[in-house]
Every structure is written in C-alpha cells, then in structure tokens.
C-alpha cells in the first residue's frame, strides 16, 4: 500500500488554518495514523485510527476520513506548529510511511 | 510516560556492522510491540522491524531481512537493534518506538531520541 501526501510543502501563517490530504493507493477502512516532527526531534504521534487525538495533543488538530482518503486539519496555527506531517499505514505487519507535507512560515 | 533512551551516535565503514540500544524508563518490553524506524539525512521515516513482548517474535522490513537483529535484554530493559553490512546508504538516524500491547495497535506512540549513524570510508 502506498500513502501520498499533498501538498509536499506550504506556506502559512500564525492563526491560520490548513489542511493536509494523505491518499491510500487500496481501501485501508480506518487505519491511518498522523506524526508530526519538528526539525532535530523524533516524530510525534497525533493521531491514530483515522480521527482518535492521542492524549496531550491540543484540541486544534483534527483528522478525518476512511478508505483512501484521509486529512489532517490544524486550526489556529501556533509556531510550534511548523514542522513536517507524517501519516503512516500498517497492515498485516507492513508498515508505510508517506513522504510528509513540511508545514513553514510564511 | 515512558522514556526510551538511546545510545550515542556512531560512524562506521562500509562493511561493518552497528549495534545500538534502546533503554526503557520501566519495564516495558515485557508487554509491548518495539519497532525501528530510520530517517535518511533530510528524508522520511522508513520502517525497519519490530520485536514481540519479550522479544520472543522478530519481523522485518523485506529490505532488511538478511542483515538486521533485533534482540531484547530483559534484565537491563534494553532492546537492540544490530545492523550489519553498511553501506553509505544505511547513513541515517535511528529511532526506536514504542507500539501497542497487541500487534493490532499500529502506531507508535513514544519514540527514543535518536541515534546517528554515518557510515564513511
């Protein structure tokens, strides 16, 4: 299973909004799960089963979607913020990655 | 929360082989799926393998199959990962994580800090 992510890159502001789109080559129902990294650290897990915050993750990120299409959405965004978005598949011990959508400031 | 820490960074010559730890806060591999992961120089995250509680089950990524190791000390609560044969491609950062109590959870929801690898000549 592959896992595209659009944009590769953008461009935001403090305050705004944006959403980041990761597209599953087959049906993957519910089983898509978001990290964030920031430049020099591990990644971090945000998201898992498609929708599920993990716990201590701020309220203004938000995922969405099952089958092949999934988003991450982020309100408000806080400079801590920017970084690189990952989202990730496993299925029958196959682990995937997608390439990341690198979120910086405009 | 748990506290995975790793070993230091390392440089190798193509060739050789690199053996770097992963050490629990608390007794942790006794009930949880351990995974590698890497990170290429400025690239994304590729999945290496994981280890079973206990590490009584290993499976790998297809890539890697003949040439990693990944084992678990359970008296030091520390896991290994062994990769053998670098080359300059195997130039990476290495991190461990965390997965789920069974092998259904398929995430991985604490990460260990790193560890560079550079292989050189």
């Known amino acids: 299973i592959q896992l595209i992510q659009s944009p590769s890159s953008v461009s935001a502001s403090v305050g705004d909004s944006l959403t980041i789109t990761c597209r599953a080559s087959?049906?993957?129902?519910?089983?898509l799960v978001w990290y964030q990294q920031r430049p020099g650290r591990a990644p971090r897990l945000l998201i898992y089963?498609?929708?599920t915050l993990q716990t201590g993750v701020p309220a203004r990120f938000s995922g969405r979607g099952s089958g092949t299409l999934f988003t991450l959405t982020i309100n408000t965004l806080q400079p801590e913020d920017f970084a690189t978005y990952y989202c990730?598949?496993?299925?029958?011990?196959?682990?995937?990655f997608g390439p990341g959508t690198k979120v910086d400031i405009k | 929360q748990v506290q995975l820490v790793q070993s230091g960074a390392e440089v190798k010559n193509p060739g050789a082989s690199v053996r770097i730890s992963c050490r629990s806060s608390?007794?942790?591999?006794?009930?949880?799926?351990m995974h590698w992961i890497r990170q290429a120089p400025g690239q994304g995250l590729e999945y290496m393998g994981m280890?079973?509680?206990?590490?009584?089950?290993?499976t790998s990524a297809q890539r890697f199959r003949d040439r990693i190791s990944m084992t678990i000390n359970m008296t030091t609560t520390t896991l290994f990962l062994e990769l053998r044969s670098l080359t300059f491609d195997d130039t990476a950062m290495y991190f461990c994580?965390?997965?789920?109590?069974?092998?259904?959870?398929?995430?991985?929801?604490?990460w260990g800090q790193g560890t560079l690898v550079i292989v050189t000549s």
């Open positions: 990730q598949h496993a299925s029958s011990f196959r682990f995937t």
């Open positions: 280890t079973a509680p206990t590490g009584r089950q290993t």
């Open positions: 608390g007794n942790i591999f006794s009930r949880y799926y």
């Open positions: 087959q049906d993957i129902a519910g089983w």
């Open positions: 994580a965390r997965g789920g109590e069974t092998a259904t959870v398929n995430w991985f929801d604490s």
């Open positions: 089963a498609a929708s």
